[in-house]
């Protein structure tokens, strides 16, 4: 008896369950017919209709569907008596929106108020000066060869400071060494020679084996005086107090100096990117690295900040995160605050620098922001969908930003302070079919996609023949190399965008460099002492050789010859040797077989 209830109970609800898929089949056909009917209406008056400036006034609901063909979502979803089960239908398929705040959130009530303005046009601004590139300075001068700009860029202050710093590191480490500008340009030569050929190890830069031996290294200077620079390399050197309060104390004058050059001889265009750079520092005792983020492609890095022209990539200014406090808008606000007055820059953002808060600070300041916007940014409710429809584009606008939702391959939301409702296409690949699929997209979609990659495009260059070398306990410096690396590319576009030159590879520009400082290289060893180069100046500490410190006095007008603890090239001859005249600031040979000591001062 229980057996049979049972069966007749579950006979019951199968006839039930039966009943209600066919409802739902019908309800279904019912909708795909109504589509079918309205894919039938002319897609290219619809089309004209929808690009008018209040065409979302007038067709509210109007979106776009693959094919050119225009149907409204009210005829769908919000009929009362088909709008539960149609939601629920999507919902089983993974595509269901989500549902709109409710109306007693006080919060999004406020954000909806917000974002409730008129719809309008373009706003920005043309330039007061439109001129952008190197900075001339006269009217009448000279053409600049490749020569020229790199000393534009890396001039005597840059020198300068390399050469004092690595000297007053290795006197107070009681080091016996004493560096001059040929040691400085021939450390420049390897370290840009070794980025270009990718080689990493000191060991690979000197081989002695002549199949793996590049040669070239050892032409510049033996592998014990490069050690000898990369021990002690320094740009600046603090006292206790300084390196306490500021994390970049032992690099921060450097990298100051790096971006005066780069501001002072050349002037962006309209467009900016801003965008961050990590470097690889892996260094236990680093004070700004973030370490262990498995999320990223680097786990262990130091995060800089960059403003880069659209186009050519030119790194303007940028801005070291050293992890102590401060906020994001701050940070922004302060990499934006050298740019030029007067030329209504644009700057693109990712959704990770793109603030409210931020696009209207900027707008006081007579700048423009663009970019990508969170979820939990200040969104109107009607953009908090979990998957926006084919075509899907709205605009909202409050007193002075643009807020756009628009659907690409995913959700989009745009924030802008200068764009409006003009409209635009893209061709985007569908699966299943062979052919791109022309969609609508908002003109800020095609002004960030074309402005924004700068960052990437100057993270390219940087990476591929990155000059950094590594050190065991100094962990800024790899800043340090950061900056030259900067010098070098920003060189490389100023170069490119003389007028009386063509554009050159970054790879032959830099084959030119190393050339370059090759030749600076020679010269300094060739060139008598001076007041700014002699080691001298340099004093050693006090517990270094009595020989090296009564050698750096010789009697006035005498020219003796003395023992260096470091070798370098003859000056007659280029073979290496310890001896030295450091009246005239030269190495030379002072053995049996050569008397080039002899030989130079009889000539004099």
């Given at each position: 008896m229980a057996s049979s209830t049972r069966g007749a109970a579950a006979a019951e609800k199968a006839r039930d369950a039966g009943q209600k898929h066919r409802r739902d089949d019908e309800q279904q056909r019912g909708v795909v017919a109504k589509r079918r009917a309205v894919k039938d209406v002319e897609g290219e008056a619809a089309e004209d209709e929808c690009d008018t400036a209040g065409s979302e006034d007038e067709y509210p609901g109007l979106v776009y569907q693959a094919g050119h063909a225009f149907f409204t979502l009210e005829d769908e979803l919000l009929e009362p008596e088909k709008k539960g089960k149609a939601t629920a239908a999507k919902a089983k398929k993974g595509k269901a929106a989500a549902a709109p705040p409710e109306d007693d959130d006080p919060k999004q009530a406020a954000w909806d108020k917000f974002w409730s303005k008129p719809k309008r046009k373009s706003t920005l601004p043309r330039p007061d000066?439109?001129?952008?590139?190197?900075?001339?300075?006269?009217?009448?001068?000279?053409?600049?060869?490749?020569?020229?700009?790199?000393?534009?860029?890396?001039?005597?202050?840059v020198i300068k400071r390399l050469r004092v710093e690595t000297n007053v590191y290795a006197a107070r480490n009681q080091l016996d060494f004493v560096f001059t500008d040929?040691?400085?340009?021939?450390?420049?030569?390897?370290?840009?020679?070794?980025?270009?050929?990718?080689?990493?190890?000191c060991a690979e830069m000197f081989d002695a084996d002549k199949r793996h031996s590049t040669d070239f290294c050892r032409q510049v200077m033996s592998r014990n005086r490069f050690q000898a620079i990369k021990r002690c390399i320094s740009v600046a050197n603090p006292d206790a107090a300084t390196n306490t309060n500021d994390k970049l104390a032992k690099v921060r004058p450097f990298l100051d100096l790096v971006r005066d050059i780069s501001q002072k001889n050349y002037r962006p265009q309209q467009h900016l990117a801003l965008d961050e750079t990590s470097l690889?520092?892996?260094?236990?005792?680093?004070?700004?690295?973030?370490?262990?983020?498995?999320?990223?492609?680097?786990r262990d890095f130091i995060k800089v900040i960059c403003v880069n022209e659209s186009g050519s990539a030119y790194l303007w200014d940028f801005l070291v995160d050293e992890r102590i406090g401060v906020s994001t808008q701050d940070m922004v606000l302060r990499v934006l605050s050298r740019l030029p007055p007067g030329g209504k820059y644009t700057v693109a953002t990712d959704r990770y620098y793109t603030s409210v808060n931020t696009a209207e600070e900027l707008l006081d300041r007579d700048l423009y922001m663009y970019g990508t916007l969170r979820a939990n940014g200040g969104l109107h409710s009607e953009l908090k969908l979990k998957s926006y429809p084919d075509g899907f584009v709205k605009f909202f606008f409050s007193d002075r930003l643009m807020l756009c939702g628009w659907k690409d391959s995913g959700n989009v939301v745009f924030l802008s302070s200068f764009h409006g409702i003009e409209r635009t296409t893209v061709a985007r690949r569908q699966k299943g079919q062979a052919n791109k699929v022309v969609r609508p997209a908002p003109e800020v979609a095609e002004d960030y996609n074309m402005h924004m990659g700068a960052g990437d495009q100057y993270n390219s260059l940087m990476e591929r023949n990155f000059c950094i070398q590594v050190h065991q306990r100094r962990w800024y410096l790899s800043l340090m190399y950061y900056g030259l690396e900067a010098l070098m590319i920003n060189a490389c576009v100023y170069h490119a965008n003389l007028p009386h030159t063509s554009a050159q590879p970054m790879k032959e520009f830099r084959k030119a460099a190393v050339d370059y400082f090759f030749g600076k290289s020679r010269a300094a060893a060739a060139a008598p002492a001076t007041a700014g180069q002699s080691p001298v100046h340099v004093a050693p500490h006090p517990h270094a050789s009595a020989q090296l410190h009564h050698a750096a006095h010789p009697p006035s007008g005498m020219h003796v010859p003395t023992l260096i603890p470091s070798r370098g090239h003859c000056s007659a001859c280029s073979m290496k040797t310890?001896?030295?005249?450091?009246?005239?600031?030269?190495?030379?040979?002072?053995?049996?077989?050569r008397n080039c000591y002899l030989e130079f001062h009889s000539s004099l």
């Open positions: 000066d439109p001129f952008g590139g190197p900075v001339r300075r006269g009217s009448l001068r000279k053409e600049e060869s490749l020569e020229d700009v790199l000393q534009l860029y890396f001039n005597e202050e040929e040691d400085i340009y021939g450390y420049l030569t390897i370290i840009f020679y070794a980025g270009l050929h990718n080689i990493d190890s690889q520092c892996a260094h236990r005792n680093s004070r700004v690295s973030y370490r262990s983020q498995s999320h990223k492609i680097r310890a001896v030295k005249c450091l009246t005239c600031n030269k190495f030379l040979c002072f053995v049996a077989e």
